[in-house]
């Protein structure tokens, strides 16, 4: 695997290195360094928790900063580089072992209002706060987690600027998975720029670092006599007396891997003076680990057991080893005055898991003045359910494949928003030696048919040397 990371990075880089200018005197496509900082707050909650089954909680809170430099390298190269980190808490992962708390993670001093809120769910899904269950979060190391990522992009342009042709690396790295990848890509320039031709290839060379539901692991590793269990009580179904928990289709994964292949195509138009079409598609090809290993499933030929409120695991997730995508998908730009321009697009997403898929979304910027644009946004998805996707307890331990994640389930998704830019042109404003170009700020809603619902908050400021 690294000699073919090597191997692909050396070839783009010695392109690179081979097609220097030898124009002085020519504009550069980059006049200067440019560095974009970028912030993202994302809050979630949601009743389908794939931690716990397709049952309980599905709270998360996510902040993500980078900064993007991008910096002129001669007359007809950019380097850009994308440094960032994620940190999230999730109340849902945090039951990956949700047996290391003897009660809600809860402040002593929450308000009255909070603890309303709590008793009401407590009532609704018949469960306590005096011990472990889908509802509440445990105090688990998986509660939260730092994801770190970089990536690399090296483009050259054609004296002409009618051809581009880049290449990339990146990572990102967490406590469970670690990704590599690399790329390229080709970019033509026709018709005196009024069209263009793209072309881009990826792959993601990607690896587990498999941790399991604590029940399973613990059974599997000691049994029901030694570990884990031994210092705990198990609730047995009444329906079947005398019978022990005995998750026996579980099993330790064998192969960790995960790798990704993307080769994607664009065709972009400038029809009139105030059209722009786009057509644009991706093949996709993956294979290995393509479950979560920490996802529960429950079955409906197997008796129920407990510890406290909540319920063993009959096995984790089970998944095809390979799937195949195609997204084909288009974009309208329309110009309709100096104050108003609208921006459509639709996509169409097929895979042989049997997920098919429609994308719709129209943002209208709205310039106010000389600097200001506000520009209210909304997006539209569906999706059918996967072949391997049911409810919990629905699905047969004699079956190959299964999964509770609501991910893989039908659903529709709205999601509505507004953004606020600020633009200076002539970068007025100084920190330091670099001007202030531009500021973002975007606000969203996201609400899913399956009880999910989302709020992202991003924020974004431009800065040139």
Known sequence: MKFKIIFVFALFWTVFLTAQETNAYQKKVLESTEVDVLMSYYAQDGIHSSVA????????????????????????????????????????????????????????????????????????????????????????????????????NYAHSSEDRNTIV???????????????????????????KNTELSFKAQIYFDK???????????????????????????????NYPGVEYNPSNFSLNTDEHRNSYALSASFSQILTKSIQASVFFDVIMQEGLLSTPYHRV??????????????????????????????????????????????TYYRYYYDDWGVTAHTASVELPIKIGQKFTITPMYRYYNQTEADYFAPKEVHLSTQKYYTSDYDLSAFDANQYGVGLKYTDIFTKAKIWKFGLKNIELRYNHYNRSNDLTADIVTFGIKFVD
Do not use: C
Not at 126 to 133: F, L, P, S, T, Y
Not at 166 to 190: H, M, P, Q, R
């Open 208 to 238: 587990w670092r498999s941790i399991y539901p604590t029940e399973l692991d613990s059974y599997f590793e000691d049994g029901l006599d030694d570990g884990f269990f031994e210092d705990v009580d198990i609730i047995g179904d009444p």
């Open 53 to 152: 089954g397709g049952d309980g909680t599905e709270e998360l809170t996510d902040f993500t900063s980078s900064i993007v430099i991008s910096l002129p390298v001669k007359n007809n190269n950019v380097l850009t580089v994308d440094i960032g980190i994620s940190a999230y808490t999730s109340a849902s992962s945090s039951n990956i072992n949700p047996f290391d708390r003897s009660g809600a993670s809860k402040d002593e001093d929450d308000d009255d209002d909070d603890e309303e809120e709590d008793d009401k769910l407590s009532m609704d899904k018949g469960v306590d706060e005096g011990g472990a269950n889908p509802w509440y979060a445990s105090s688990g190391a998986s509660m939260s987690d730092v994801l770190v990522h970089g990536s690399a």
């Open 166 to 192: 880049s290449g990339n690396i990146g990572f990102s790295t967490e406590y469970d998975y670690f990704s590599i990848g690399v790329g390229g890509a080709y970019t033509k320039l026709l018709n005196n």
């Open 298 to 343: 429950y079955f409906a030929d197997k008796p129920d057991f407990y510890i406290e409120q909540f319920q063993l695991a009959d096995d984790n997730e089970k998944l095809p080893t390979n799937r195949f995508k195609l997204p084909i998908g288009t974009r309208f730009n329309f110009y309709l005055n100096e104050r108003f321009v609208l921006r």
